[in-house]
């Protein structure tokens, strides 16, 4: 049995964030998958996302929040025993923020980063076939989130999964998890 610890998937939209997370939480006796998404869903007005002017204080308080609700969920889950993976459009100092909020250990963080033409492929996929829509006309780009992924800190485990199915990503992070800690130090005694 796996040590319960907190992991932080992030990639753009249509990286492939949920499968991945799903099945690696299954990997463990006692998995819980929180999907950071869904705290904003729960807001049934009042809301504001950082769409358009990415700057506006109301829509970053707001996304600060759910970035800290969904770290707190994972805490409590481990505490309780579970690993808890968290899958979330985290990016850039954001991520560093996030893991500093966890108290578990261990943490590990995971960069899905399929190529822009692999993302545009699976997003009209998921159109055409469960009518999601990852980008709307007048919102992000897949460019422009992809730019914003560049800019996250490097540490972890980043994953080309273009070439790979959600199980060999699974696979592949299982066999290079001492990678994707973010914990160095303290796995060696140190911090």
């Known amino acids: 049995m796996r040590r319960p610890g907190v992991w932080l998937v992030t990639g753009v939209q249509a990286a492939g964030k949920s499968t991945v997370a799903d099945l690696l939480v299954r990997q463990y006796d006692r998995g819980v998958h929180v999907r950071g998404g869904q705290f904003y869903r729960w807001a049934v007005r009042g809301w504001v996302h950082p769409l358009g002017d990415v700057h506006d204080p109301e829509a970053r308080r707001l996304l600060d929040l759910r970035y800290r609700l969904s770290a707190?969920?994972?805490?409590?889950?481990?505490?309780?025993?579970?690993?808890?993976?968290?899958?979330?459009?985290?990016?850039?100092?954001?991520?560093?923020?996030?893991?500093?909020?966890?108290?578990?250990?261990?943490?590990?963080?995971?960069?899905?980063?399929?190529?822009?033409?692999?993302?545009t492929s699976r997003d009209a996929e998921r159109r055409r076939t469960l009518g999601k829509i990852a980008y709307r006309p007048g919102e992000h780009t897949i460019e422009q989130l992809d730019a914003a992924v560049r800019t996250t800190p490097r540490m972890g485990l980043w994953l080309d999964t273009s070439g790979q199915t959600p199980q060999q990503t699974v696979d592949e992070i299982l066999a290079r998890q001492a990678e994707a800690s973010v914990d160095v130090a303290d796995d060696r005694g140190g911090g």
């Open 72 to 119: 707190m969920t994972a805490d409590q889950y481990c505490a309780e025993g579970f690993t808890t993976v968290v899958q979330d459009n985290i990016f850039g100092n954001d991520v560093a923020g996030w893991l500093d909020q966890v108290k578990t250990r261990p943490r590990h963080l995971v960069v899905l980063r399929p190529s822009i033409a692999v993302v």
